[in-house]
């Protein structure tokens, strides 16, 4: 490895929720703090990033929103614009970006060809310039086998990773889920995994800009337990979000929602009337980071995404899961594998109800066995390393091009 800082940049789509983002951010914190001294940029599809990076020292290009449908079908979210001249314009400002950056690595979230093949245009150039090595990082659970297995077919999203990557990540464990085996790679796909392990959620907490701050104390609650109920993104997080307003909560327990900021301001304004008339409710519309309020937590309640799960691990919590099941079953399927594990407690959506809820919290919370005796959660620790060696493998890239400013300072 050279001694000079490596340049890492990182795109996420980001067409629902703000997961993708926010795990690319913890990436982004772990290289800069590696013994890499990673220069990072982010490119996100969500125009949050900004509020999200600023306190981490990352900068963030973002590009016009998209939104997925119950259907999974995309749309424009803000720009009143056909969805091609969207894309295009995704695709031009994710291409200038790294043109002008000129990354060793570029780290692409879970779509190897980027929302509606959004990437291509830019993968190819890439690939052209021999210059940067290219990674897809994929959470442990993607869909059930047969139906990822019959979109990646038809996007021919093995073919782009044979063409065009370097390595697959797997933010995840295999004693969890094995994503090689169950979504059948290629053996040639298959020998790019390194499975990372699960990422340890307590670094968020190392963020400049968090030491010091209460969060809980900062609602103004009496004292007493926290049941906390998270909804991700919030768009798809209406039903969870006012069952857990409407259930009763045990003695000298307080509850408090993060609805983010992806949900409709009509449910929000309807869930904070509904948390005006019970003591002790709190409805919090978006927090740059919740994991500031679940490390509080005496119980959690919450839909099953990738970071979520991961915060519920790394901090030991009682869980309640109630995952979603539309358009990706995803969530259902990790819930179900942790659960065999006795790591969290799983509410189909189906059955979901103030009464099932208020059932749960009367139960009080149950002790969690230790998940890092069970799972692998050391990802963080880990992916520093597998981009040393990705860097320092294979056939020797071609310098860097310098720019005027570079020669003229050299000189």
Known sequence: MPSLSCRVALYSHDTMGLGHMRRNLL????LKRSPLQAVVLMIAGAREAALLTSAAGVDCVALPSLRKDADGHYHPRHLEIPLQQLLALRGKTTRAALEAFDPDVLIVDNVPRGAVRELDPVLESLRAKRRTRLVLGLRDVLDDPLTLQSQWAHAQNQDAV????DAIWVYGDPVVYDTVREYAFAPDVAAKVRYTGYLD????LSVAGFKGKDAVAALGLPLGRLALCLVGGGQDGTELAEAFVEAELPPDTNGVVV??????????RRLCRGAARRPGRRVVRFMREPTRLLRHADYVIAMGGYNTVCEIL?????ALIVPRVKPRCEQLIRAERLRALGLVEVLHPADLSPAALSAWLARGPAPVP???GRIDLNGLDRIPRLLRELLGDGPRLPPRRRSRAEVHHAA
Do not use: D, H, N
């Not at 959620?201 to 968020?204: D, F, H, L, S, Y």
């Open 27 to 30: 990436l982004a914190q772990a």
């Open 162 to 165: 044979r063409l065009y990557y």
């Open 201 to 204: 959620q307590r670094a968020r």
């Open 259 to 268: 609805t983010g900021p992806c949900m409709p301001a009509q449910v929000q």
């Open 314 to 318: 790394s901090f030991g919590k009682p």
């Open 370 to 372: 230790p998940a890092r």
